[in-house]
């Protein structure tokens, strides 16, 4: 009894902890996206070979230490956003395959170097935004010798100490929040070496301390390091006196995110850097204030090359210092993004203002075909200029003539404006590679596009065709249009990769692909794929000439029809003989309905059907007919005979029988059928008028068919009457086996009773007679036509 309560306990409680452990539903293959399913534990597996486990934006509170047995291989961790507070010592155990895990934004307010003493293989490490106030206890990161990208600390972080960083040595990302931090112990970072990108939060720091952040940018700088400064106010201009150390350390590259900054600082900023080695400066997230910048010289900033400006916000644009007053700095550019700033004009003081510029990326702004075609007012500027990216501005219309003589230019980006029409003639620079025209609303395509095209992306838009010679074209996006065909292959000799989906087209053939004499990789999904079987055929094999790979061949190649293959992949469709081979399949079944009917017709013929359908029909006219009476009968006996036996019918039966006294009447076929009528009406007519049917049997009677309707009809007539209406003459002896089947009735008469036989003796002739005349002769009637008496005796 204890057993079974003890059992029973351990089922429920095995059952209990089965159920609060939850199962994530999404999961696919190797990866299972939990994200947002308000999980309070880490789900049981589903799989031992997911590497991929998002568990972010649940409510998670503690990592237990047989968590993650079932997880053994798993490669990326996710746990950001929950209310992780504590993990136990060994519940990253094993996880020795581990390479990302991300724990920032939890409850966590001690980290622990037990957690990651078996993760040899972590490359990337996520600690920010929880409550620690410390790196833990000392070496909390010596086992990690493969990590590469590290992010830590937050808002309650206060604290560096010398060793914290130890073990460390591959490190080439550091993302630091130390917008609170109160102490650093110099040296620190140094002891990790150079890092390839540094990003610092230090706000409070910029403020209240400047002392340690230039503790801490001591440690960092490095010409082969680029420094991120993140989420700080920068008010005054002494609060940019620390950067005096990116000069003295080599830094090359500089870049502020999600920072406030007024132009004082601002003007301070560029002023520490003048003169600098600085190739490279971004703005991301950047909102300037108004400020005093009655101090602004401009700087000398001979080495840089690159300036990168998204998402600027200036709220007071017109006090702001205009780009005329950085001439100086544009000199030298080779490269300039100002991104999603709202940027509306690109003035130009002189030749000399982005004179060597090589790239210039103004997507995402407010530019008008007016101000685009004032760029630099055309005064030999720009000349340079190799790539430019003017996307989803407000342009209106493809104004070639204001690239027409920046002869470098070899890549134009003006996707996502309102082009909606293209001119039929357009002056290009020479030696244009590159043209995305994707998302322009154009319809229609002309010879406007440049024949010295290798590149060209017109994809979302309208166009219902496409077929305009461009014989250097290697790459054709036109995905997202209204195209029901290829474009025409030998119009693109050189073409080796085709995307196409998201169209109208409804079969791929050999021939059409096989028409792009070049080309190597094809994408075509998305479309309103009508499944055929040359189609299927098709994509299921080895279709072209050349080594063409279809890369989206997955489950984007869906039929639309037929019905019944709806929905289904290509790879999916099974269709029938008679769907793929019609004219052969139609040839197999008419010639199978041929032997069917051959079959049907050879049995009908060896079983008499057709015989026995006729006599049915001839029966079935019969019985219609009013049956006559005896005294209504106008001949004795209808004589049925083969001609062969017509002398011996002649020379004995009828003078025997009609010249007899009372002489008897004969109906003969020969004599008495009417002419011209069908024969088997003159049979019927002449069997129904007579009182008996004498057949002279003999060898030729059995050779002509049984005369054949006779004989049919008569066998009918003993189906359907039990009377003695047929007399039989033998004048030789027949083997009854050679009776056909068919008239089973007339073997059962001749196996049941007797029949005349012609006498072979001349003194039995006269009894022959006498019996056949007694078998034939119609009886007496009385006055009301009935029969008085009828007697046969054979």
Not at 390 to 415: A, E, G, P
Not at 615 to 634: D, I, N, Q, S
Not at 666 to 672: G, Q
Request: aromatic share 10%; with cysteine; glycine share 4%.
């Amino acid at each position: 009894m204890a057993i079974q309560t003890f059992l029973m306990f351990f089922l429920l409680a095995h059952h209990s902890l089965s159920l609060s452990r939850s199962q994530c539903h999404s999961c696919e293959q190797a990866s299972c996206d939990c994200s947002r399913q308000n999980l309070r534990r880490v789900p049981g597996a589903t799989s031992e070979f997911v590497i991929e486990l998002d568990l972010s934006f649940n409510r998670l509170r503690t990592v237990m230490k047989n968590d993650f047995v079932a997880y053994a291989g798993l490669k990326s961790l996710i746990m950001n956003n929950n209310m992780i507070k504590t993990i136990q010592e060994r519940a990253f155990v094993p996880l020795t395959h581990l390479e990302k895990l991300d724990l920032s934004f939890n409850s966590l307010d001690t980290l622990s170097a037990e957690w990651f003493e078996t993760l040899y293989s972590l490359l990337h490490l996520n600690l920010l935004g929880n409550q620690y106030k410390t790196l833990g206890q000392g070496n909390l990161f010596q086992p990690l010798k493969r990590l590469k990208t590290l992010h830590f600390g937050g808002v309650y972080l206060y604290s560096i100490r010398l060793g914290d960083f130890s073990g460390l040595r591959a490190l080439e990302e550091v993302t630091f929040d130390g917008q609170n931090l109160k102490a650093y112990a110099e040296g620190s970072f140094r002891q990790i070496g150079p890092i390839k990108n540094v990003t610092l939060g230090l706000n409070v720091p910029f403020q209240t301390n400047q002392a340690l952040v230039i503790a801490v940018l001591s440690d960092v700088v490095h010409p082969d390091t680029t420094l991120t400064f993140t989420n700080t106010f920068f008010f005054r201009q002494y609060q940019l006196s620390p950067f005096k150390l990116v000069y003295s350390g080599g830094t090359t590259s500089v870049s502020l995110k999600n920072i406030n900054i007024t132009t004082e600082a601002g003007v301070a900023l560029l002023n520490i850097l003048s003169g600098t080695n600085i190739t490279k400066v971004a703005f991301e997230d950047v909102k300037f204030l108004f400020g005093d910048f009655s101090d602004f010289t401009c700087p000398t900033m001979n080495h840089l090359e690159e300036i990168f400006l998204k998402n600027i916000e200036i709220p007071m644009f017109y006090g702001f210092p205009g780009v005329f007053g950085f001439k100086c700095v544009l000199k030298a550019l080779r490269r300039v993004s100002v991104l999603n700033s709202r940027l509306f004009a690109i003035p130009c003081q002189s030749p000399d203002d982005l004179s060597q510029l090589e790239y210039m990326d103004i997507s995402d702004n407010m530019l008008s075909d007016l101000t685009l075609s004032q760029m630099c007012n055309g005064k030999g500027s720009l000349l340079n200029l190799q790539t430019i990216n003017i996307s989803r501005n407000h342009l209106q219309k493809i104004d070639s003539w204001r690239f027409r003589n920046l002869d470098k230019l070899n890549s134009i980006d003006m996707s996502g404006n309102m082009l909606n029409t293209m001119p039929e003639t357009c002056y290009w620079p020479p030696g244009l590679r590159f043209l995305n025209l994707s998302s322009t609303h154009l319809r229609k395509v002309t010879t406007c596009l440049p024949e010295t095209l290798q590149i060209l992306d017109v994809s979302d838009n309208g166009l219902t065709e496409f077929n305009i010679e461009l014989p250097f074209l290697t790459e054709l996006y036109i995905s997202g249009n209204k195209l029901s065909f290829l474009p025409e292959g030998v119009l693109y000799p050189r073409l080796t990769s085709l995307f196409i989906q998201n169209n109208n087209l409804q079969t791929l053939s050999n021939k059409t692909v096989n028409d792009f004499s070049n080309l190597m990789s094809l994408q075509a999904g998305s479309n309103t794929y009508i499944c055929s079987c040359d189609f299927v055929a098709f994509m299921s094999n080895d279709f072209t000439d050349h080594q063409v790979t279809i890369k989206d061949m997955d489950k984007s190649y869906i039929c639309d029809s037929p019905d019944t293959m709806r929905g289904k992949t290509v790879l999916e469709a099974r269709l029938s003989v008679f769907e793929c081979h019609t004219a052969v399949a139609f040839s197999f079944l008419c010639l199978g309905i041929l032997a069917v009917f051959l079959l049907i017709a050879g049995l009908c013929h060896k079983f008499n059907v057709a015989w026995y359908m006729r006599m049915t029909m001839a029966w079935l006219r019969a019985k219609k007919k009013p049956k006559l009476k005896r005294g209504e009968l106008k001949y004795d006996a209808f004589v049925s005979y083969s001609d062969m036996d017509s002398g011996w019918v002649e020379a004995h039966l009828i003078p025997a029988l009609e010249e007899a006294e009372p002489p008897l009447q004969l109906c003969l076929h020969k004599r008495d059928f009417v002419p011209g009528g069908w024969i088997l009406d003159n049979i019927m007519d002449a069997i129904e008028k007579s009182h008996r049917t004498l057949f002279i049997l003999s060898q030729h009677f059995v050779n002509s068919e049984w005369c054949k309707y006779e004989l049919d009809y008569t066998h009918f007539r003993l189906f359907d009457h039990n009377d003695d209406t047929v007399v039989l003459i033998l004048l030789e002896p027949i083997n009854k086996d050679t009776i056909p089947k068919k008239f089973c009735k007339l073997r059962r008469v001749m196996n049941s009773r007797t029949y005349l036989e012609w006498p072979d003796n001349d003194n039995q002739v006269p009894m022959f007679w006498q019996s056949l005349r007694t078998a034939i002769r119609r009886p007496e009637a009385d006055d009301d036509g009935n029969d008085i008496h009828e007697t046969v005796n054979l």
